[in-house]
């Protein structure tokens, strides 16, 4: 059996009256592929949230690798290797796409501000590889000939693979997927995910997904947690999943 | 060498300009006090538009600036190649107590915070006799000396400025090109994508402070050298919001802008002079903040980019009706 990369134990978190999740348990093995499906404002986001930090749970616990997580700060998550996309794409805009993919290395750049403002050697040397580095993963991505370009000039199937981009280039452990197939049409989720089942190889990742595409789902996912007002009414492979007839409930009725 | 050709011809142009036209003592020191503001703008651009957090009490870091050299050179005779980096950490050390609240306060909530700064300490200027000699400031700093010559003429001042501002520039170059500048700019753009990408905001955002701050010192350090004597009411709101004109015109996020606006704001008056309607330079200054607002968000620089741009397609279209032929 594999380690567990991820554990939620028992994660509540309420806005005001509303419970947006309630006391959630589940936990993600390395190198699998979870998916988080459930209906609008079921909590998906608010729970990806509580792992980047941007919110704080009010009670429960989260482990990654088996560490305690709960209590740090949002710019300290990705040293976990922890990295994320976002659902409607947070592109640096005014910043081309080599420099967003700069931006996302910037943890592995190892100078300090007094010797970038006299331009030694060794930063020149850095940020060289940086930008090797870089065009290494867009090579892979297949989208090396946008580097150049600002990312409000790109479409915004490209957009989310300029992110996804960023994301990996900064050599995460695991990989948090907030609805990367949205927009995208049949052709382009089903390339999509045999792009990610690719890269989780190569670079032996976890990988946590929010996604509304069934199939897309149902492909890629090795478990899926399915959530409603917060709560995890279903959890098993897709093919579970699929015959659950409180997930069905959820859904239609 | 050749990949810095444009540069060197300016700076060519620069250094040779005074010498050619041999400019009266008033255009040399309205020509220092351009450079001065360049160096105030390249500063408050990283802040602004790299950074993107407002400040309208500039004025209060080049005030410091002046005062701090203003006492170390009268009352205990420092020489200037002491006197900077006191300026620089003094100045430093007040952005980053001003960076403090920017980690609360955002847009309007911090330019008014920012803007009470400023007048704070015009007031401290004007009120703490015993230290800035109230209404009548400090007289009899001297001039920086060099090697025992002392740059007493606006020309000697003039070179002297100019070095710093061609510092200035390259640090911002350097700056705004690695690691900490683009954490800055991806601060300014979404700052949840920044900090999941491990960019601590409320360092940067410190950083971003105390940088412009220093800026704004060492300009405020070049001024009490020009004039030799400083006065409180100089660095007051007003100021404050000439740089943030400046940097309007000239071009957000963009260091080239940040000169070009410094030069256009301090010198148009000079060149209006002439015209008989009160206050020509400023109705104007006025309607070109308008104007640039609207029709071009990235100032002035941004008119000379969309030229180059152009010529670049019509160039392309020449060669490609050229193969057609």
Redesign the interface.
Known sequence: MNKEALNFKDITIAFGGLKAIDSLSFDVKEGEIVGIIGPNGAGKTTLFNII?R?YKQDTGKIEVFSEDASSL???????KGI??T?QNV??????TVL?NL???Q??H?S?N?FS????TKK?KKI?EDAKKKAFEILTILGIENYAYYYPINLPYGIQKKVELA?ALV?NPKILILDEPAAGMNDTETIDLSNKLRELKEKFKLTIIVIEHHMPFVMNICDRVVVLNFGKKIAEGTPDEIKSNPLVIEAYLG | MKKYMKQVILLAIFIILPLIFNFNRSFMTLLNMAGIYVVIAIGFNILLGYAGQISLGHAAFVGIGAYTTAILSTKFNLSFILIIPIVMLISGLLGFVLGLPALRLQGNYLAIATLGFGVAFSHIFMEWESVTGGFSGIKGISPPSIFGYQLKTRLSMYYFILIFIIISIIFAKNLIKTKTGRALMAIRDSEYAAMSLGIDVAKYKTIAFLISAVYAGVAGCLYAFLFRQVYPNTFDVGMSLNILAMIVIGGIASIEGSVVGALFITLIPEFLKNIKIQNASFILTGLLLILCVMYFPYGLIDIYRRFKMWLKKKRIAVKDEGVKV
């Open positions: 980047s941007f700060k949002p710019h300290d998550v990705i040293n990295v994320r976002f947070e592109l640096f805009k005014h910043m420099d700069l931006v996302g910037h943890r750049l100078y501000i970038s403002l006299i331009m930063v940020e960023r900064s």
